[in-house]
């Protein structure tokens, strides 16, 4: 009896050897696992320091004479300093980026970089200080999003300088506030928030990414090759109303000086 209780094993001993199975587990898979996720996180983070070499180089060739060698600022130029990738890929892929020539505001203009250069500038300028990233096609595709509320908003934030229907209109000093015509779904997001120039930020605090989709929505509705003018003539997409009073008055205006000149050609012939 006593040698058979000897070899009676202790109540513990199962969840001794349970917990040997456990750390057995677990020190395979830290063997082998973090491997591949660290040799992962090594390739991301080799690639992403390439990025911004390149980068480097390409902003020291076209950026650095009016943002400075540390993208710190200069006389010519704002410092770039926190300003995020998104406000460098709007910047560059819009053209307005690099600029021709100091003025009021840089105008739209064909793209001097690839879409893989400004990448690698946006990759820089993000490493100099946090900032908005470029925003995915799921934050910007306007698909399912609600027009009629888009159009409420852009009627409330944007439509003071961009008018009614994105037409676009006159500001200040020589400034303008651009055609939204042909702007792709990424730059019009990009611009909401990073506000380039004259424009004011709005980020995800004040303008939600659903309501920015809708707004998306509400200009290629009203900016869409679909899209018609029931006045005629748009002028700045007022409506036909505006439009028909527009016509009526220079109609108007017209007819007044028919009738000035043919008074005044009888008064004439009567004296004669």
Known sequence: MKKLSARRRHPL??????LFALAATGGLYAAFA???????????????????????KLYATGCS????????????GPSLVGVGAA???????????????????APKKPQVYTQAQIDQLAAYVASLGPGPSIPTEEQYDPAGADSA?????FRTNCSQCHNFTG?????TN????????????????????????NMPAFPDTILPEKEKKEIIAYI?????????????????????VAEGMFAWTIVLALLIGVAVWVAARTAKARKS
Request: hydrophobic letters at 30%; proline letters at 6%; glycine letters at 18%.
């Open 167 to 171: 037409e676009g209109g006159a500001l």
């Open 87 to 105: 406000a460098v890929d709007f910047q560059v892929g819009t053209g307005r980026m690099p600029a021709q020539s100091p003025g009021a505001q």
């Open 65 to 76: 004479s009016c943002h400075g060698t540390g993208g710190q600022g200069t006389s010519d």
């Open 13 to 18: 001993a199962a969840l001794v050897v349970l």
């Open 149 to 153: 509320a888009g159009g409420e908003l």
């Open 174 to 197: 020589g400034k303008y506030a651009p055609s939204l015509d042909g702007v792709s779904d990424k730059h019009i997001y990009e611009a909401m928030l990073t506000g380039p120039q």
């Open 34 to 56: 973090p491997a591949d996720e660290a040799k992962a996180d090594t390739s991301a983070a080799s690639s992403q320091s390439l990025a911004i070499e390149e980068g480097k």
């Open 220 to 240: 290629q509705d009203v900016q869409g090759e679909d899209e018609k003018s029931p006045g005629g003539f748009k002028l700045g997409g007022f409506g036909p």
